[in-house]
């Protein structure tokens, strides 16, 4: 089968996407890291570039330290409606709850958040009618009139179509004014290997809706398609008529079962409308080049770029490029990987086989260089100025399962993930991990090779995906420079 790739590669699940003209934007799910809600740009629904993060300040986004990983933010969505964007969002958080942001500029920034106390459930959804009446629509499925500036409901709650019979976890719904109809699309079937899309239409937002009688209309369960898990979609017609369905998908290595470990990824496909008005979904579309991914900071700006993630906040007192010019600097709350409260910054991995290099100095702390699923899923790379060793954390047994000597000085540590071919045997994991340190002469010295099936969704559990990035457990660790960069299969 001819390979299918994502339009956004990596943990960027629960797509929703806007145009505006000839532009068009799209935000994803960030669960436990902040900023949250990264957002992004395109002129032709197939090349993104990130162009912000909607939750960038406390004020708008705060995530307890004793809140599990894939809490947090979840499945947004973004609409363009009077002059404004809109983005509504559901901090699955003590305290949290559905909540709307506005902007001009979908880069930011973007207002404090307006409260929805009064909205219960997930996946919240946005549109308005003929009438100028919002109608917010959540998991479930249900709808509730509400003020989009005050947050307060203005009517009573009532109950949709929530899809197929017998089919769990109806979500992520999104409601449109297409031709005629008003169209409720759906997920269904749960976030796994059954999901998948439905769509039903009505002659108003509130209904009644009659399901499709080609239901569902996206999803790859019982195939052997290499994109699975395909659901949580939103449409959008672009500016030359055509119609077209963003949705999130994995791609699951190794042999049996298949294991994800990049995270639920954006996809995009065409759609076309039947005679009677019904959507039928095309194949996945991918990009014609594929871009290089190639990644490099050498620190030397006040701001971070924009697709550094951390664990639940990201404090000047803790995280900075300010300290050392020319360095990050990062600084331990005395917490390790295996705990919330770690001070860890990274990037989603978004390459099936890469590398991740770092120089860092641990002269007055311990820290490194990490691939981390969840504080219970992780393996990393670390120094304290007189040791490197490698630690593999996988539920609950962690190990220290490399030692060697570090160098004189700053020690660049390096990360290596290679895919395994295609497997004869049922149980061959997805891909390898191995750790270890550069040589003065550009040469990678292998410390530890670690099965990469333990990073993975299918193991861990969870919403999220592989980030890779650096840490300090203890005192203060100073990194000169990150790199990440694609390898060839």
Same mark, same amino acid.
């Given at each position: 089968?001819?390979?299918?790739? /994502?339009?956004v &590669? @990596?943990?960027? $699940? *629960?797509?929703?996407?806007?145009?505006?003209g000839?532009d068009y934007?799209? +935000?994803?799910s960030?669960?436990?890291?902040?900023?949250?809600?990264p957002?992004?740009?395109?002129?032709?629904?197939l090349?993104?570039t990130?162009i912000g993060?909607?939750?960038?300040?406390?004020?708008?986004?705060?995530l307890?330290?004793?809140m599990?990983s894939?809490?947090g933010i979840y499945?947004?969505?973004?609409r363009?409606?009077d002059g404004?964007?809109?983005?509504?969002v559901?901090?699955?958080?003590?305290?949290?709850g559905?909540?709307?942001?506005t902007?001009?500029?979908?880069?930011?920034?973007?207002?404090?958040?307006?409260?929805? /106390?009064?909205? &219960? @459930?997930?996946? $919240? *959804?946005l549109?308005?009618d003929?009438?100028?009446?919002c109608?917010c629509? +959540?998991?479930?499925v249900?709808?509730?009139a509400?003020?989009?500036?005050?947050?307060r409901?203005?009517?009573?709650?009532r109950?949709l179509?929530?899809g197929g019979?017998?089919?769990?976890?109806?979500e992520?719904?999104h409601l449109?004014?297409?031709g005629?109809?008003?169209y409720?699309?759906?997920?269904e079937?749960?976030?796994e290997?059954?999901h998948?899309?439905s769509?039903?239409?009505?002659?108003?937002?509130?209904?009644?809706?009659?399901?499709?009688?080609?239901n569902?209309?996206l999803?790859?369960?019982?195939?052997?398609?290499p994109?699975?898990?395909?659901?949580?979609?939103?449409?959008?017609?672009?500016a030359d008529g055509?119609w077209?369905?963003?949705?999130?998908?994995?791609?699951?290595?190794g042999g049996?079962?298949g294991?994800?470990?990049?995270?639920?990824?954006?996809?995009?496909?065409?759609?076309?409308?039947?005679e009677?008005?019904?959507?039928?979904v095309?194949e996945?579309?991918?990009?014609?080049?594929?871009?290089?991914g190639?990644f490099?900071?050498?620190?030397?700006?006040?701001?971070?770029?924009l697709s550094?993630?951390?664990v639940?906040?990201?404090?000047?007192?803790?995280c900075t490029t300010?300290e050392?010019?020319?360095s990050?600097?990062l600084?331990?709350?005395?917490?390790?990987?295996d705990?919330p409260?770690?001070?860890?910054?990274?990037?989603?991995?978004?390459?099936?086989?890469?590398?991740?290099?770092?120089?860092v100095?641990a002269?007055?702390g311990?820290?490194?260089?990490?691939?981390?699923?969840?504080?219970?899923h992780h393996?990393?790379?670390?120094?304290?100025?007189?040791q490197i060793?490698?630690?593999s954390r996988?539920?609950?047994?962690?190990?220290?399962?490399?030692?060697?000597?570090?160098?004189?000085g700053?020690?660049?540590?390096?990360?290596?993930?290679t895919r395994?071919p295609?497997?004869h045997?049922?149980r061959?994991g997805?891909?390898?991990?191995?750790l270890?340190?550069?040589q003065?002469?550009g040469t990678f010295?292998?410390?530890?090779?670690?099965?990469?099936?333990?990073l993975s969704t299918?193991?861990?559990?969870g919403?999220t995906g592989?980030?890779?990035?650096?840490y300090?457990?203890e005192?203060?660790?100073?990194?000169?420079?990150?790199t990440?960069?694609?390898?060839?299969?």
């Open positions: 089968m001819v390979s299918v790739q /994502p339009v &590669p @990596g943990f960027h $699940p *629960d797509p929703s996407v806007c145009r505006v000839d934007y799209l +935000v994803c960030s669960f436990e890291y902040f900023p949250g809600i957002v992004f740009h395109s002129r032709d629904l090349h993104w990130q993060n909607a939750l960038d300040r406390p004020e708008q986004l705060r307890p330290v004793d599990p894939s809490g499945a947004p969505t973004l363009h409606h404004r964007f809109w983005l509504i559901t901090n699955c958080a003590e305290g949290g559905n909540m709307l942001f902007a001009t500029d979908p880069a930011g920034p973007w207002s404090d958040p307006v409260r929805l /106390p009064d909205v &219960p @459930g997930i996946d $919240p *959804d549109a308005w003929e009438d100028g009446t109608w629509t +959540v998991a479930g249900s709808q509730v509400i003020d989009p500036r005050s947050g409901t203005t009517g009573e709650r109950a179509w929530s019979p017998g089919a769990k976890a109806p992520a719904p449109y004014r297409i005629d109809h008003w409720l699309l759906i997920a079937g749960g976030t290997r059954g998948a899309i769509i039903a239409r009505g002659p108003g937002p509130t209904g009644p809706f009659e399901p499709c009688p080609h569902p209309v999803t790859h369960r019982g195939t052997d398609h994109v699975q898990n395909t659901g949580h979609g939103d449409l959008v017609q672009a055509s077209w369905i963003v949705f999130l998908g994995v791609r699951p290595q049996t079962p294991w994800h470990v990049l995270g639920r990824e954006t996809f995009l496909a065409p759609v076309t409308w039947t009677d008005g019904w959507p039928v095309g996945i579309a991918s990009p014609a080049e594929v871009v290089d190639s490099r900071d050498d620190f030397d700006l006040p701001a971070l770029h550094w993630i951390s639940r906040d990201r404090s000047a007192e803790h300010k050392r010019p020319g990050l600097t600084r331990a709350r005395g917490a390790s990987l705990d409260d770690v001070v860890f910054i990274g990037r989603r991995q978004q390459h099936l086989t890469c590398e991740a290099r770092a120089l100095d002269a007055d311990v820290g490194g260089l990490a691939v981390r699923l969840d504080e219970q393996y990393s790379v670390e120094t304290d100025g007189t060793r490698v630690i996988v539920g609950s047994v962690r190990a220290v399962v490399a030692t060697r000597p570090a160098p004189t700053p020690a660049v540590l390096a990360v290596r993930i395994l295609l497997p045997r049922p061959t997805p891909d390898v991990v191995s270890g340190v550069e003065p002469d010295s292998e410390l530890a090779t670690l099965d990469g099936r333990y299918e193991v861990a559990g919403f592989r980030v890779i990035g650096l300090a457990a005192g203060t660790v100073h990194v000169d420079w990150f990440y960069e694609p390898l060839a299969a």
